[in-house]
């Protein structure tokens, strides 16, 4: 699933020398670490999405470097970063990215992903709301997350509900944030 929309929305298989590069990264970590902030959309018995998240992103960086990074070992990490590949690559390496400035205040992400043929019938905004609903009831206060600045549709489906973009924002790696209390 994760691969199948790893090239911007669009399927990445075939993309990188490894198809499960992707989700080794942003998929499998988030899963093992809290598996109860995992959710699924599930047509005929089979996943055409998901939404990943963990409540604290700086205890899964902690767990991340300590746990799961040996796990990348068999992906080379290559400088400079020349490649797509090299790049994804050296993401998996640095799970640092992660800690935003604004992490105190948005100390939960999430990674959500859902197969094209699936998009605009509102399930990933149900998706949304369960992850909200599930962090509200943990205490935890806002969520934020990172996005490949090409997936045009992504951005235009968090800005309907109500992800704002926050001050450690780029346009090369636009981090949006949303309160768990939202009205999505």
């Given amino acids: 699933m994760c691969r199948r929309t790893a090239d911007a929305g669009q399927d990445a298989t075939g993309m990188y020398s490894d198809d499960d590069l992707m989700p080794d990264i942003f998929a499998g970590p988030y899963l093992e670490f809290e598996p109860e902030l995992a959710f699924v959309v599930d047509t005929d018995g089979r996943v055409a999405g998901y939404l990943l998240a963990v409540s604290d992103t700086r205890a899964f960086v902690d767990w991340y470097r300590s746990e799961w990074l040996s796990r ?7 400088e400079p970063r020349v490649t797509p590949e090299d790049a994804i690559v050296g993401l998996g390496y640095r799970p640092e990215r992660m800690l935003i400035p604004e992490i105190e205040e948005y100390p939960a992400h999430l990674h959500i992903d859902l ?3 699936l998009q605009g019938q509102g399930l990933g905004r149900e998706l949304v709301r369960t992850l909200l609903a599930a962090l509200s009831e943990r205490g935890i206060r806002n969520v934020h997350l990172a996005m490949d600045p090409d997936n045009r549709a992504a951005r235009a489906f968090y ?3 109500g992800f704002r973009e926050l001050p450690s924002s780029t346009p090369q790696a636009p981090v949006l944030g949303i309160a768990t209390d939202a009205a999505v």
């Fill in 72 to 78: 990348l070992s068999r992906f080379e990490q290559v």
């Fill in 159 to 161: 800005d309907r509900l």
């Fill in 115 to 117: 197969l094209p043929e």
